[in-house]
């Protein structure tokens, strides 16, 4: 199993509250992601990242932000919590090897966030 | 843009019985495809993948074959079991991009 890590696993906040989310790998792996997981919505690209202090926004990017400051942790800040924030966050890593289409995904365990 | 459709589910199955997900795909370039495994209260894990047309993707005895004249990679299992119950993913990545794009997901239910 790719050592993905991401704390914390629940949280439960009140609405304005700022959250932050923590993704760990020790795979030594380029690219990292996070996505939200909602019923009906699949699996949705909030923000990426393609090497220390290089990020991108996704589909869903409004209300978070994001820091790489180190190749092995992903940071996913909600600076001001809202109802529908309420979510399982997916942290994700891939290698980012030259073309990148064969590149597989692992997934850490989640973060189950509620604000309310 | 990419996108990936996959049929809506729930599927529910008897055990032994044989499995099909369709998922269909568009894309400009000459993606990979792949299918994810979501079990209850777990990460996305790899199941299958293939690279290039007519490529067969497999592994623990699921199978999905890429191709690209119906732009489909629909997942099969000829024998499904209770411990396969889970939501299923398809999904692409193209080839230069950073992203990979899913489908919604289709839960299968697998009853003893």
């Known amino acids: 199993d790719a050592g993905i890590t991401q704390s914390p696993r629940h949280k439960v906040t009140e609405t304005g509250t700022p959250v932050t989310l923590r993704c760990h790998q020790t795979e030594n792996h380029r690219y990292m992601y996070w996505y939200r997981q909602d019923p009906g919505h699949g699996l949705r690209l909030i923000h990426y990242?393609?090497?220390?202090?290089?990020?991108d926004k996704g589909e869903v990017s409004d209300g978070y932000s994001v820091s790489r400051s180190k190749t092995e942790d992903f940071l996913l800040t909600l600076e001001s919590a809202t109802s529908s924030q309420t979510s399982v966050y997916f942290c994700?890593?891939?290698?980012?090897?030259?073309?990148?289409?064969?590149?597989?995904?692992?997934f850490g365990p989640g973060t189950r966030l509620t604000v309310l | 843009g990419d996108s990936v459709t996959q049929m809506e589910g729930p599927v529910t199955l008897s055990e032994e019985a044989f499995l099909t997900i369709n998922c269909t795909y568009t894309?400009?370039?000459?993606?990979?495809l792949f299918w994810y495994v979501q079990y209850p209260g777990e990460g996305l894990q790899l199941l299958l993948k293939a690279t290039k047309a007519d490529d067969k993707g497999s592994n623990k005895g699921f199978e999905a074959t890429y191709r690209k004249e119906t732009t489909s990679f629909h997942l099969e299992k000829g024998s499904v079991q209770v411990s396969d119950s889970a939501v299923y993913f398809c999904a692409l990545k193209d080839t230069g991009g950073f992203k990979t794009i899913f489908g919604a997901g289709t839960r299968l239910f697998v009853k003893a």
């Open positions: 990242s393609y090497g220390v202090k290089d990020t």
């Open positions: 894309a400009t370039g000459y993606p990979s």
């Open positions: 994700a890593i891939s290698e980012g090897r030259m073309g990148g289409a064969q590149d597989t995904q692992y």
